[in-house]
């Protein structure tokens, strides 16, 4: 196993262990905290999610087909990992429907971006006749932490409250990020200062 998957499922298990303190008490947080918030508000906050993310994809995936290299891969990934990890945060300072639904479209876009890097670059890196067994210890460790977190996200909020569940949470995708930056010198073309796409690719057919 090299270091760039090594890298990439120690991202997962922060990434997924800090969101995995979010998830249990999400439609709890809106119901209990958010003024006028309702079972409607949590269905369409998660809607607004799964629609960005969705609608997305694709086009975030031709961007980085198009592109040789794994440059493009790595700054979708970053970014979109970077942008996700705000979102806990996000969440600590909401009081209205319309603040989670905005923190839900960054959240779609970061996971969109987060989605198409990361499936990339472990696709190129993996090692030929362990792909199983690398995502089986991509997915063991990372369905783990998603575990553990639960059981400690209950405790956190009863305890101490959805302030320091979340900022616990948003400090472990945050770390993703930092493990992430870890692999600039094995991402080649990390350091070039010209810019990898043209953002208007995402418009183009094709």
């Not at 947080?29 to 006028?36: A, H, K, L, N, S």
């Not at 799964?50 to 086009?59: A, D, G, K, T, Y």
């Amino acid at each position: 196993m090299n270091k760039i998957i090594k890298n990439l499922i120690l991202t997962d298990i922060a990434f997924w262990t800090g969101w995995g303190m979010v998830t249990p008490v999400f439609a709890i947080f809106i119901t209990d905290r958010i003024v006028g918030g309702t079972a409607l508000t949590v269905g369409i906050a998660v809607s607004i999610y799964w629609l960005c993310r969705s609608l997305l994809v694709f086009p975030f995936a031709k961007i980085v087909d198009k592109y040789q290299g794994q440059k493009d891969d790595y700054l979708f990934l970053v970014s979109g990992n970077f942008l996700a990890a705000l979102v806990p945060f996000g969440y600590i300072f909401a009081i209205y429907p319309w603040h989670i639904y905005i923190l839900q479209v960054a959240y779609g876009i970061g996971m969109a971006m987060s989605f198409v890097g990361w499936r990339t670059i472990f696709t190129k890196n993996i090692m030929e006749g362990k792909e199983a067994r690398q995502w089986a210890v991509n997915e063991a460790t990372l369905d783990l932490g998603i575990a553990l977190a639960g059981i400690f996200t209950g405790f956190v909020v009863t305890r101490w409250g959805y302030v320091v569940a979340f900022s616990i949470a948003g400090t472990l995708a945050m770390i993703s990020v930092i493990v992430l930056l870890c692999l600039r010198k094995e991402i080649e073309g990390v350091f070039d200062r010209r810019f990898p796409f043209n953002i208007i690719d995402i418009f183009k057919r094709g």
